[in-house]
């Protein structure tokens, strides 16, 4: 069974730092990309990062641009996404994702496999 388990998520302050993780089991997502994704309250899931196991090439959302960056280790099949200077308009649930076509998960969130999520709340 093909799991992505996030974790790392917590409350934070305004300028702070966490790193999340997506354990990925079942299968070796080594020719995947991945991808972290988030939704806050009463909006809709948006892209955050996403990493190519293939060049390493990352790419970034705007918002989070210089802010977090999205990291992988093969070997572990774990994906990470560092979260630095963190604002309250970040609180969200993250969710990590495996796609099968990179632009695919970069453009339209088409993915192959979602985690359950992880909490993040940054406060003001």
């Known amino acids: 069974q093909v799991q992505l388990v996030e974790s790392g998520g917590g409350l934070v302050q305004a300028g702070g730092s966490l790193r999340l993780s997506c354990a990925a089991s079942?299968?070796?997502?080594?020719?995947?990309?991945m991808g972290w994704f988030r939704q806050a309250p009463g909006k809709e899931r948006e892209f955050v990062a996403a990493?190519?196991?293939?060049?390493?090439?990352?790419y970034y959302a705007d918002s989070v641009k210089g802010r977090f960056t999205i990291s992988g280790d093969n070997a572990k099949n774990t994906v990470y996404l560092q979260l630095n200077s963190l604002k309250p308009e970040d609180t969200a649930v993250y969710y990590c994702a495996a796609g099968r076509e990179y632009q695919a998960l970069v453009r339209a969130g088409t993915a192959l496999y979602w985690g359950q999520g992880t909490q993040v709340t940054v406060s003001s």
């Open positions: 990493i190519s196991w293939s060049g390493g090439s990352t």
């Open positions: 079942g299968r070796s997502f080594s020719n995947s990309p």
